[in-house]
């Protein structure tokens, strides 16, 4: 028998939502767990485990809702993640 998967945080409200691209995102209020996904069927399951089953913790973004995984507060300060990006300009 296989044992299911933990819920990735402890958060009990998920955002739910489309991307500019037309595929469905998810992702917790505080932005450590989430995901994209090809409809909105497995968007809501994927929703609905991580929060326990509870309908009343997804919510639906109207517009467009891209996955931010950096708000969690653990993602490098924007100035680090340009340093190549940097060097190549300079060296152009």
Do not use: H, Y
């Not at 402890?10 to 992702?27: D, E, I, M, T, Y």
Request: charged residues 25%; contains cysteine.
């Amino acid at each position: 028998m296989r044992q299911a998967e933990a819920p990735c945080t402890r958060s009990s409200l998920f955002l739910l939502g489309q991307n500019r691209q037309g595929n469905w995102v998810v992702q917790d209020q505080r932005g450590l767990c989430g995901g994209i996904f090809v409809n909105r069927t497995e968007a809501l399951r994927f929703a609905m485990f991580e929060n326990g089953n509870r309908p009343q913790g997804v919510l639906m973004i109207p517009g467009v809702f891209e996955l931010d995984m950096n708000r969690g507060g653990r993602a490098k300060p924007q100035r680090q993640l340009n340093v190549g990006w940097d060097r190549k300009q300079r060296a152009a």
